[in-house]
């Protein structure tokens, strides 16, 4: 087998599959952080619509790195991103705030604000749409608070709506940050690692969670993971990245030991997640 | 390399014997740095002691000259009672010329075996018609009302009493004898020292909270240029973030009595010029707390609240509001009980305050008015101290 590395002998350049009309179109992506660590190196890839996009590769890989360039979280240093036509990398600060809020994201650590309640974590997934000024106020308009109580239904904790965000479970919490993610009726969800502070019972349930939006409500997901069987269980999609470069971009079904030696290493072994 | 921690695997000695071997362990009696540290510190204690002027036995020969205060703080003068008193008079005077007689045929009167003479005079007081069984006190008056005790007199069963008394040396030549006797128990009120002790006290509290309000108004909004993390990233933000700590380091290092003489000069004496010490030294010192308070929130909830879409004015409000509020508070709490428990000092260089009265009544040697204050500042600076605790546990 031969794997589709850059400038390797014989292989096709390490270009991702190119559709027409992506929602999300990453080009010549390349991130060095001012210590001079190259953590992307010309990443190019497109992502259909409804397409669950799994991201694997070690810690370090540039997972993380990739999923903050998509929304600008971290600056890129060159290349091109387009979301849904629309230049990522190009556009203004209220431009940005648009597209931000069109595009939700769930982190490994939830990043919920612990002292505040989870119907405030939740709410504030839509400040994208709401006049800025109203934040001093603490309002939030009635459809709105509705809309909350209907994500926190939704992903199956409406009772903990006045609860603090810190005395929810690690699974409570995520659910929380997928219901802020939902608040902004998002055409793609980033979701960095979402299941690797959890347990295995967790994580499927979590990850359950994001595969309903995907399939019901038809929302692209670009999912970084850790583990392989999570990856060929949810994705339909698989990209794998090693030392910022893609070094597999393809069916679950296509990973086998050699592709999977290449991209963990040889000393690794696959572990199952169940 | 071979594996390490094989001892004697290929003849070497193990790792911990080499390292045991570079430490030598000696007992600190055979060491001479041992004793030159002892040398050094032996001689800056026997300075030290010279230069304070440690003098020991004056703990002794000085307890005559506290006594009075300590035992004041066990009756301080906090309540008095009304209680009903018997009076009757009788003239004495100076000078030969005899005195009208006194006309009260019932209730109590006094009796003089004289009613002229002059000063240095033995006399003998007797009454009649008192209440029985009581105490009171024997009184001179002289012409323009000054008033002096003479003796205690106490009445028996039938209400009399009998006592004699030196004719005192005063100015003019009509004087009045008066029986004070104290005949009932009256009501318990508390003493004018007290209304006074809590109306300073009362100052002392507002002193305290307007001087932290002040540090707070002016803390807050300099602790976000204070902070590294948000200045980092606004041009400029190094210099803007090294000038306000530097700000609050030089301010802080005054001590707020210091402050308060400067103040006094400027806005004269008064509580107002403690507001102001108390206030700018607030300023420092909560500045410097809330600056840290700042930098240590986590980046995690900022981090997806800006990926919402939210902006710089969002972003604080939800993300970096809730985070430093709790902190905000309990440092503003603990900040208000120092700036009480301080602002009892304050008021000896002249920053109002209980603390100016409590100088006054050292000063008159008015041991038991001293002692309520005294007693005053405990109990609410135990009191204000109990509760920031409480208050602060809750919200952190």
């Given at each position: ?274 | ?163 004699t008394f030196d004719t005192p040396d005063v100015m003019g030549t009509r004087n009045t004898v008066f029986a004070d006797i104290v005949s009932g128990v009256g009501p318990l009120r508390l003493s004018a020292t007290f209304f006074v002790v809590l109306d300073r006290m009362v100052e002392t509290v507002f002193l305290a909270l307007m ?186």
């Amino acid at each position: 087998m031969c794997l589709n590395r850059p400038g390797a002998a014989g292989g096709p350049p390490a270009e991702g599959v190119l559709v027409a009309d992506p929602v999300l179109r990453v080009e010549h992506l390349t991130k060095v952080y001012p210590d001079g660590t190259r953590a992307l190196s010309d990443v190019s890839f497109d992502v259909a619509r409804g397409e669950f996009l799994v991201v694997i590769g070690l810690s370090g890989s540039g997972k993380s790195t990739l999923m903050r360039c998509i929304n600008r979280l971290i600056e890129p240093s060159g290349g091109r991103i387009l979301f849904q036509g629309r230049d990522v990398t190009a556009a203004s600060r209220d431009q940005l705030r648009e597209i931000r809020r069109e595009i939700g994201m769930v982190f490994q650590q939830f990043n919920l604000v612990r002292r505040a309640s989870v119907l405030t974590n939740v709410l504030t997934g839509r400040l994208g749409y709401t006049p800025p000024p109203w934040a001093l106020a603490n309002y939030f308009a009635a459809p709105v608070v509705d809309r909350a109580f209907a994500n926190l239904e939704r992903v199956g904790i409406p009772e903990k709506a006045y609860t603090r965000a810190d005395a929810l479970s690690g699974g409570q919490q995520q659910r929380v940050g997928i219901a802020r993610a939902l608040m902004q009726e998002p055409q793609l969800i980033l979701a960095d690692e979402p299941v690797a502070s959890l347990d295995p019972a967790m994580s499927h349930s979590v990850l359950r969670y994001i595969e309903e939006l995907n399939q019901k409500d038809g929302i692209t997901v670009v999912c970084s993971l850790h583990f392989l069987s999570l990856a060929r269980r949810y994705g339909t999609r698989i990209l794998a990245l090693k030392a910022g470069q893609i070094v597999f971009d393809g069916l679950p079904a296509d990973i086998d030991e050699t592709r999977f030696k290449a991209i963990y290493g040889d000393d690794a072994l696959e572990v199952e997640i169940t | 390399m071979g594996p390490v921690g094989g001892a004697g695997a290929s003849g070497g000695v193990s790792v911990s014997e080499r390292i045991r071997a570079e430490r030598r362990f000696r007992p600190w009696f055979r060491s001479w740095r041992f004793y030159i540290m002892a040398a050094v510190t032996l001689a800056v204690y026997v300075y030290g002691w010279q230069v304070t002027q440690i003098k020991l036995p004056e703990l002794w020969r000085g307890a005559h000259l506290i006594a009075p205060l300590v035992t004041a703080l066990g009756s301080p003068d906090v309540a008095v009672r009304d209680n009903p008193v018997q009076q009757a008079a009788a003239p004495f005077d100076y000078g030969g010329e005899t005195p009208p007689p006194s006309a009260p045929a019932s209730g109590p009167a006094v009796r003089l075996s004289q009613s002229t003479g002059h000063a240095g005079q033995r006399v003998t007081a007797t009454g009649q018609g008192f209440a029985p069984n009581r105490r009171g006190m024997l009184e001179w008056e002289n012409q323009i009302g000054s008033r002096q005790e003479l003796v205690p007199v106490a009445t028996d069963g039938q209400g009399r009493f009998a006592a004699t008394f030196d004719t005192p040396d005063v100015m003019g030549t009509r004087n009045t004898v008066f029986a004070d006797i104290v005949s009932g128990v009256g009501p318990l009120r508390l003493s004018a020292t007290f209304f006074v002790v809590l109306d300073r006290m009362v100052e002392t509290v507002f002193l305290a909270l307007m001087g932290t309000t002040m540090g707070v108004v002016f803390a807050v909004p300099l602790s976000f240029l204070g902070a590294k993390n948000l200045t980092a990233h606004i041009p400029g933000g190094r210099v803007v973030y090294g000038l306000t700590r530097t700000f609050f380091n030089v301010s802080r290092s005054i001590e707020a009595l210091v402050l308060a003489i400067i103040f006094t000069i400027w806005v004269g004496l008064g509580p107002f010029a403690g507001v102001l010490a108390l206030g700018v030294h607030s300023i420092a010192s909560l500045g410097k707390l809330y600056s840290e308070a700042i930098e240590s929130i986590e980046g995690g909830p900022i981090e997806a609240i800006s990926a919402t879409g939210a902006s710089t004015l969002q972003i604080l409000r939800y993300g970096v509001v809730p985070q430093i509020v709790p902190q905000f508070l309990a440092f503003t709490i603990y900040r208000w009980d120092i700036n009480v428990r301080f602002s009892t000092v304050i008021g000896f260089v002249g920053g109002g305050g209980i603390g100016f009265i409590l100088l006054q009544y050292i000063n008159l040697l008015q041991w038991r008015q001293a002692a309520t204050a005294l007693w005053m500042i405990a109990i609410v600076v135990a009191a204000l101290d109990y509760a920031s605790a409480v208050a602060r546990e809750r919200l952190v």
